[in-house]
């Protein structure tokens, strides 16, 4: 939520911009594929990640595209729980975070990804041994960045990967 505005997306491949007083839709966003991202919010941007494999850049106030940038998973297959293999889960999309001029997003393909905010041009990129499926969380002002890279526990250190505020991969 951000003015009284409430931005979500939803399993049609839309993200909305929900005036809660007025409770009417500013606008609708359509991708080519599932949003299970929460979205990322700044003075002027939405961003979120979609299910047809892009990070998504939009207006905030009218939901035109400002960009989409290819984060190299490919369209993500779902896989309902109930008729999946047995511990078969249906996972979220890894949500951006905007960090001063960058945003950062994991794909499926394993690697965190960062993104000029204006442009949708890549900055670097940083290989993991599994498929990013956690937002990436950022700690006290100028502190570190984690992300889950899907490779052993929640818990086991091999599993996060950390990035110092000067915004330079660390594994």
């Not at 047995?86 to 393909?109: E, K, L, M, W």
């Not at 992300?147 to 594994?171: C, V």
């Given at each position: ?75 993500v297959e779902r896989v309902d729980p ?59 002002p100028c502190g570190p960045m984690s ?25």
């Open positions: 939520m951000h003015e009284g505005v409430l931005y979500f997306g939803c399993d049609d491949g839309t993200v909305t911009a929900l005036d809660v007083s007025a409770q009417r839709a500013h606008w609708v966003f359509e991708t080519g594929g599932r949003v299970r991202s929460s979205v990322a919010i700044d003075d002027d941007m939405v961003m979120f990640t979609s299910d047809d494999g892009f990070l998504y850049a939009v207006n905030r106030q009218d939901g035109d595209q400002r960009w989409r940038f290819d984060l190299g998973s490919g369209a109930a008729l999946g293999p047995p511990y078969a889960y249906d996972y979220q999309q890894s949500a951006p975070a905007i960090v001063n001029d960058v945003v950062y997003a994991g794909s499926a393909d394993g690697h965190l990804y960062a993104v000029e905010r204006q442009s949708g041009v890549q900055r670097w990129r940083v290989s993991t041994d599994g498929k990013i499926r956690s937002t990436q969380r950022r700690g006290p992300s889950r890279t899907g490779r052993g526990s929640n818990h086991h250190p091999s599993s996060l990967l950390t990035l110092r505020s000067s915004a330079h991969p660390m594994p």
